[in-house]
């Protein structure tokens, strides 16, 4: 079954302490982006890939880091959680960049306390 | 930073009403496409429009995509308690280095009463 796959689904943490939400598509897709949404703030953009080894910066990339070494996985790192990265996070995929479907994954619920 | 404003934010109706979202923008997009999304779910794509004036339609939803290609408006026509759910629009950037780019309004959060 095409899909986009992340890990974990909630994840509760402290300040300070670094953590790594996966990401892996079996579609063999070339773009892959991360979104963080927010009541009332919609989906934004935080860091996306046109291919293996090329990642750009979306509209809110502090605090954020990513890599794409293989083109099925994009993990989203955060080097050190603050409580205003609590969010849903949502991995997508597409075959190419610009205009084409886009599938996301099922969101990653995280608490940083 | 590119913006898209959608409007209504919220949109409470009863089954067999029509209704209209918007989404506009001062920045011209390359594309413009159209989400739903449910509660606990990622968003699925309803459609994709490309062309200034282009107009799609998929059963009760008709799509606009500006002549300018900066603002999409989704018309549902007799809406049906399915239709709940989160809409959102999503513009693809025109190009320059920041081609993968895509920005997303904030949503309008529809329910349809029965």
Avoid at chain 1, 72 to 85: A, D, V
Wanted: charged share 20%; with cysteine; proline share 5%.
């Amino acid at each position: 079954e095409a899909q986009v796959t992340q890990n974990p689904r909630y994840l509760i943490t402290v300040t300070g302490k670094k953590l790594t939400v996966t990401c892996s598509q079996n579609m063999n897709h070339e773009y892959m982006s991360w979104y963080r949404q927010d009541p009332g703030l919609g989906l934004r953009q935080i860091y996306y890939s046109m291919n293996v080894e090329v990642t750009d910066k979306g509209d809110v990339p502090e605090g954020y880091k990513v890599s794409r070494k293989e083109k099925r996985n994009f993990p989203l790192i955060l080097e050190s959680p603050s409580p205003n990265q609590t969010s849903l996070y949502f991995c997508a995929s597409s075959l190419i960049a610009g205009g084409e479907t886009q599938y996301f994954g099922p969101g990653t619920r995280l608490l940083v306390l | 930073t590119q913006l898209l404003k959608q409007s209504p934010q919220f949109l409470s109706i009863q089954e067999g009403e029509n209704l209209t979202v918007y989404c506009n923008s001062s920045s011209v997009f390359s594309s413009l496409q159209w989400y739903r999304q449910e509660p606990g779910e990622g968003p699925v794509l309803l459609v994709t429009v490309v062309t200034g004036g282009e107009v799609k339609k998929l059963k009760r939803l008709t799509f606009q995509f500006g002549d300018a290609r900066k603002d999409s408006s989704l018309h549902i026509t007799a809406a049906q308690t399915g239709d709940t759910g989160l809409y959102l629009c999503a513009g693809g950037d025109a190009g320059g280095t920041s081609y993968g780019k895509l920005t997303f309004g904030q949503g309008t959060i529809l329910t349809v009463h029965p």
